[in-house]
């Protein structure tokens, strides 16, 4: 099955700085790479996606990158915010036909943004 | 759009008793659901995977008579922990996808979660 590695588990900004989490795939099939922000409690929250078809996408201070050969993705944040800080995780699946497929998760990155 | 809910919240048992989680797609039709478990300060893992009218597909390690997974509706999905002992407190999270009006969604949308705590 798919297994995901995510790096750093611990990541301490300044604000204003930038973030960088990467993750790696073991399934060349996967071809959807979400990303999730979790607040302590709460449901994650998708912030960025991307599908095998692209390289990046950029959503304002959210960008996503996909290197489908070395079969690897990272999430950058720019000018990090306090509320930035939360557990975030991602992810991978195989999409198609009516719905999407199971989701195999990474570790999470706990990222914390000092004022 | 695509809202998923989950009830109870939070729920707190006695060793032994039975506690039914349910997770229902409020704006859309869940032709997949699928159940979650974390743990304190751990990953999402995945439980078991269900398709409306189907039995559920459960991941290796589940056991799938202690957590009865029914999904009888394209709107709701329920989750029995069945003879709950301490050890199976957990926060519980379901997600869904499938079609709204035709199309089909774009990713997965999870529930609120619900705490488990099994005394």
């Known amino acids: 099955g798919e297994n995901v590695e995510q790096h750093p588990s611990t990541l301490s900004v300044q604000e204003g700085d930038s973030a960088v989490i990467k993750c790696t795939y073991s399934d060349s099939a996967s071809n959807y790479f979400p990303w999730y922000k979790q607040e302590l409690g709460k449901r994650p929250q998708l912030i960025i996606d991307i599908r095998s078809n692209v390289g990046e996408k950029k959503d304002q201070r959210i960008a996503v990158t996909l290197n489908k050969t070395a079969k690897h993705f990272s999430l950058h944040i720019t000018e990090t915010q306090p509320e930035d800080s939360a557990v975030y995780f991602c992810?991978?699946?195989?999409?198609?036909?009516?719905?999407?497929?199971?989701?195999?998760f990474g570790q999470g990155t706990i990222l914390t943004v000092h004022p | 759009g695509a809202v998923v809910s989950q009830h109870p919240s939070r729920v707190i048992c006695k060793s032994g008793t039975s506690v039914k989680i349910e997770c229902r797609s409020l704006?859309?039709?869940?032709?997949?659901m699928f159940w979650y478990r974390q743990f304190p300060k751990q990953s999402l893992m995945l439980m078991a995977t269900?398709?409306?009218?189907?039995?559920?597909?459960?991941e290796q390690g589940v056991e799938k008579d202690k957590f009865l997974i029914n999904h009888a509706s394209l709107t709701l999905s329920t989750l029995t922990v069945t003879s709950a002992h301490p050890e199976d407190s957990s926060f519980y999270i379901c997600?869904?996808?499938?079609?709204?009006?035709?199309?089909?969604?774009?990713?997965?949308?999870f529930g609120p979660g619900t705490r488990l705590t099994v005394l």
């Open positions: 269900s398709n409306e009218g189907s039995k559920a597909t459960y």
């Open positions: 992810a991978a699946s195989k999409s198609g036909g009516t719905s999407y497929g199971k989701l195999t």
């Open positions: 997600s869904a996808s499938g079609l709204a009006s035709g199309v089909i969604l774009d990713t997965q949308y």
């Open positions: 704006d859309f039709q869940a032709t997949t």
